[in-house]
């Protein structure tokens, strides 16, 4: 009777789940189409890293931005070894919104991204600020529409998020949960209104900040020793008195983290610890998420009504993210309790790793997760 009760609480939840996707579907912010040229000055911001393989389209997209009268394109290099520079200077050209800069290392306890953006930031001379990843391919009209709707929002931070594109199984099973997450856990327009910090979403390849109100929140420096430190910069913008919002960037911007399994392993375990908070956290989040999302699919193979009913709620909250935010939703929505449950796998992974100082990234140990 217990299991039964289980099952039928997790159908309902995993139920809510869906319905709270369909809500956040329509309300979540969108970039406008045809945005009106903006005057302000706008400087956007490309740290790179061993980045020579996949900087080319992302550097060419930027050069092809339009509606931004006065646009500056500020590169450094931290650090590469692989002739990332050279890469920049050839694309780049004589271009004079390009101007490439050369990073120092980051500090003990910084990591390299947010000592690399700090460092951009303090160059830049933009009223607003673009950090976009090496990752990442702009549409021509991206950056204008971003900054348009940071505007006309009245916001002081938007994170846009791109479109993932999603090659081979792994990439398919996993990359999807970064959308589905916020569009079902996260209450967009109270997280819009609310300082608290865990009603707080961003996503770093695409972020589009008020300079003025990232210089009074303590800039990247406020947070250069976190692994997620977009999420953290937008903590800090919301406890200064700003506003932050995410957005549908699907139709302004793509972007492939991941190519291979192994580049996607060590990617989410590099940062899933982080995202958790605490080994407890993790161990009570691992257990809601097999709970509401894997449970009810075991139960429907034992041919449970509730089971199947839970299974197929899940499997419509992942149709309701793919749809909104331009993903693949058949056959991949299917297989929703299995990347749930490859998910919870990665979470333990990161534990493990950080537990036993195996965090690196880039080469570079991670602060608190390699020993020396």
Request: one cysteine or more; aromatic letters at 4%; charged letters at 20%.
């Amino acid at each position: 009777m217990r299991a039964r009760a289980a099952v039928r609480a997790a159908a309902v939840a995993a139920a809510a789940g869906a319905l709270h996707a369909l809500r956040n579907a329509r309300v979540v912010r969108v970039p406008p189409r045809d945005p009106a040229p903006r005057p302000e000055a706008v400087s956007v911001l490309l740290p790179l890293r061993d980045e020579a393989h996949r900087v080319e389209p992302a550097l060419r997209s930027l050069l092809a931005q339009r509606g931004v009268d006065d646009l500056e394109v500020l590169v450094l290099d931290d650090c590469s070894t692989d002739g990332t520079a050279d890469v920049v200077r050839r694309v780049a050209g004589a271009d004079p919104r390009v101007r490439l800069l050369t990073g120092s290392p980051p500090p003990p306890g910084t990591l390299g991204k947010p000592h690399a953006c700090d460092q951009l930031a303090r160059t830049a001379r933009g009223e607003v600020l673009v950090c976009v990843d090496a990752d990442v391919v702009l549409a021509p009209d991206a950056v204008a529409a971003a900054v348009t709707l940071l505007r006309d929002a009245d916001l002081d931070a938007v994170s846009p998020f791109p479109r993932q594109l999603a090659d081979g199984a792994a990439a398919r099973l996993v990359q999807p949960l970064l959308q589905w997450s916020w569009l079902v856990l996260l209450p967009l327009g109270l997280a819009e209104r609310s300082p608290r910090p865990s009603l707080s979403a961003a996503n770093g390849q695409f972020l589009v900040v008020d300079a003025a109100v990232l210089r009074r929140c303590g800039g990247f420096r406020a947070v250069a020793g976190e692994v997620l430190d977009d999420i953290a910069l937008v903590r800090a913008i919301k406890s200064a008195g700003g506003r932050a919002a995410v957005a549908d960037g699907s139709e302004i911007a793509v972007c492939r983290m991941y190519e291979t399994w192994p580049q996607l392993r060590e990617g989410y375990t590099k940062s899933l610890w982080s995202a958790t908070g605490s080994p407890v956290a993790a161990g009570v989040v691992s257990a809601l998420l097999l709970w509401v999302w894997v449970l009810p699919a075991a139960a429907a193979l034992t041919g449970s009504r509730a089971g199947l009913a839970g299974y197929a709620a899940g499997v419509l909250s992942r149709v309701v993210s793919a749809r909104r935010t331009g993903g693949r939703a058949w056959p991949d929505a299917l297989a929703h309790p299995v990347s749930v449950a490859a998910l919870v796998g990665l979470i333990g992974r990161s534990w493990s790793a950080r537990r036993g100082g195996r965090l690196r990234w880039k080469g570079r140990a991670l602060p608190g997760g390699a020993r020396s």
